[in-house]
């Protein structure tokens, strides 16, 4: 077990915010191309936003690409609520794809418009968007990729330039309106949706998904569950019959199968950084359909299964595999508290091991501040977007572990009746999600989730 080191940083234009950062990030970064890069500092402070949207350093800026409510330029509908997790994959003649998410429930205010052959359950309001942008960052096309799918949160790209997006729910047929169950990972072509349509992935099982990410040379998939209520979501690995990939492979099915490191029936339990667990195992999931038991209350026999609350996101790096506890409070069943951890898995070791602890030892400014959705930066560093209360940020993460804030929401939501001129209440921020560089990476995407934006970021990013 490594020295632990703690830094309380994050003073880079963020009035009052700290973050306790736990890690070292070299070993975060071991082995990938961003480990060539720079990414010792960050890149200032922010600068107020004079439109009122976003603030960042000196010398970025930032173009807005798509709003709620706008007309869609297919001219299928609106632009849906909700924005939540995004790829951006590369086209032909400099072109990027991006596929976007909508975390809708049914009670959005915009459903993804239902297109014939691209929709599950007209009865499901969320589902997946598509825009393609020349190499300026100009739109050149948006339309609806996947339609009929519920609280489709995050997902991930696949080697072959798909993305599967994920549902995060365990709703059955008859349950909110639904013709069909919910609770899949479905793949989406941004090129042609229609070549993927909108079939539920089954095998991959029937459960609450956040993130996934591929090991590209095994072909095997790894699942998070984003489950914040006691039992607590499980860390899975989908064993594919065709590893060889390709659109439509993961139709061919394949094993579920659960993470079960022997001692550890809860992730959270564990607050040392370098904190490393040999002979991790995978155990098959009974019901991957669940459909009597939701799989986390499986009976995964008398070792048990480990779980940890919140597990959100997801990505490969190098040799291995990288996902988020987003938090963990021991008043609603933890076995203790964190504001934070990111996990590495190495397969070919089968070792596990705690990379980075956010807080909560340190004066934090914001209740509930927590990493969500993570990618690396062309820095070398790592971008985290926030999901808590107050206004909310694009945190960057370098690898020498200083935290900074990269962007900050302005986007304020006040409620019906302050805006009428009734009692004032504190107004909510927008959380960020989705955050993605271009494959070239000279420009950060990420969502601001309601009022639904995606913005796409410019500047010195290898400063």
């Keep these: 077990m490594s020295a632990t080191r703690r830094q309380v940083l994050a003073r880079s234009g963020a009035l009052g915010v700290g973050i306790a950062f736990t890690g070292a ?9 961003a480990a060539q890069s720079l990414g010792h500092t960050g890149y200032g402070p922010l600068v107020p936003d004079p439109k009122g949207l976003l603030d960042l350093p000196k010398g970025f800026r930032y173009k807005v ?20 997790g995004m790829t951006a994959l590369p086209g032909r003649h400099g072109r990027v794809h991006l596929v976007r998410n909508h975390e809708n429930r049914p009670t959005a205010a915009i459903a993804v418009p239902t297109v014939k052959g691209l929709t599950y359950d007209p009865a499901g309001k969320g589902g997946c968007t598509a825009l393609t942008l020349d190499s ?67 095998a991959m099982g029937r459960f609450q998904h956040e993130a996934i990410a591929i090991d590209p040379k095994r072909g095997i998939v790894y699942e998070t569950e984003d489950a914040f209520l006691k039992p607590f979501g499980l860390f ?18 394949g094993r579920l199968q659960a993470m079960r490191v022997p001692g550890v029936p809860d992730l959270s339990a564990i607050q040392e950084t370098g904190a490393c667990f040999e ?48 938090f ?32 909560p030892d340190t004066d934090v400014q914001l209740p509930g501040e927590s990493p969500d959705n993570i990618c690396l930066a062309p820095s070398g560093g ?10 909310q940020h694009v945190f960057g993460v370098t690898r020498h572990g200083e935290v900074y804030a990269m962007a900050r929401g302005r986007q304020a939501i ?34 601001c989730y309601t009022p639904g934006t995606t913005f796409a970021v410019t500047g010195p990013w290898r400063r």
């Design 25 to 33: 990030l070299s070993e975060l970064f071991a082995g990938t191309a």
């Design 65 to 84: 690409l798509s709003r709620e409510g706008d007309p869609l330029r297919s001219g299928e509908g609106k632009v849906p609520s909700n924005h939540d």
């Design 136 to 202: 300026r960052n100009n739109v050149l096309s948006e339309r609806v990729a996947i339609a009929g799918t519920a609280v489709n949160c995050a997902g991930g790209p696949t080697p072959w330039g798909t993305w599967l997006t994920c549902e995060e729910t365990e709703d059955k047929a008859g349950t909110n309106g639904y013709t069909k169950d919910h609770g899949f990972i479905f793949e989406v072509d941004p090129v042609d949706p229609h070549r993927s349509g909108a079939v539920p992935l089954t």
């Design 236 to 253: 899975y690995r989908f064993l594919p019959n065709r590893p060889e990939g390709g659109l439509g492979s993961l139709r061919a099915g």
């Design 279 to 326: 002979g991790v195992e995978w155990v098959d999931v009974p019901d991957p359909l669940a459909t009597e038991t939701p799989v986390r209350l499986q009976d995964f026999g008398p070792k048990g299964i480990t779980h940890a609350q919140k597990l959100e996101g997801c990505y490969w790096g190098g040799k291995s595999v990288y996902f988020v506890s987003s």
């Design 328 to 359: 963990a409070h021991s008043a609603e069943g933890s076995a203790a508290d964190h504001f934070g951890q990111i996990w590495r898995y190495d397969p070919s070791a089968r070792r596990l091991t705690l990379v980075i602890v956010f807080g």
């Design 382 to 391: 790592l971008m985290v977007a926030e999901d808590g209360n107050g206004a």
């Design 414 to 447: 006040t409620s019906a009746a302050s805006a009428a001129g009734g009692t004032p209440e504190a107004p909510e921020w927008g959380e960020f999600a989705g955050v993605t560089f271009s494959p070239d990476g000279q420009t950060m995407y990420v969502n």
